[in-house]
């Protein structure tokens, strides 16, 4: 049974910084690349980072990019997402996300909700300004 757990949720000011970290279970770690999302209230789903099996490539969405890091360590079976900068446009729940090694090549499909077999329940994020 897969299970993707997010933490390190929280309410920071803006100009703040946080990292998430998302322990995936049940899976092969190494054999799915991972990816974040964030839904904020009333709007849809939207990619934020994604990261390579290997960790070799990275993807951002434009709103985030010199922001944000993608990490992981495969040894723990676990991705980061390191936020700084944080602005009150940043709040939503984030949602840590594995998609198949060799689904995904590039942006196009990295940045797909649909691309992604696994998801885990969220962590909030809350940017006060």
């Given at each position: 049974?897969?299970?993707?757990?997010?933490?390190?949720?929280g309410l920071v000011q803006a100009g703040g910084s946080l990292r998430l970290s998302c322990a995936a279970s049940g899976v092969t770690f190494n054999t799915y690349a991972m990816g974040w999302f964030r839904q904020a209230p009333g709007k849809e789903r939207e990619f934020?980072?994604?990261i390579s099996w290997g960790g070799s490539f990275t993807y951002?969405?434009?709103s985030v990019k010199g922001r944000f890091t993608i990490s992981r360590d495969n040894t723990k079976?676990?991705?980061?997402?390191?936020?700084?900068?944080?602005?009150?446009?940043?709040?939503?729940?984030y949602y840590c996300a594995a998609v198949p090694r060799g689904r995904c090549s590039d942006y196009g499909c990295y940045s797909v909700w649909t691309s992604y077999d696994y998801w885990g329940q969220g962590t909030?994020?809350?940017?006060?300004?």
């Open positions: 049974q897969v299970q993707l757990v997010e933490s390190g949720g934020v980072a994604a951002y969405a434009d079976n676990t991705v980061y997402l390191q936020m700084g900068s944080l602005k009150p446009e940043d709040t939503a729940v909030q994020v809350t940017v006060s300004s």
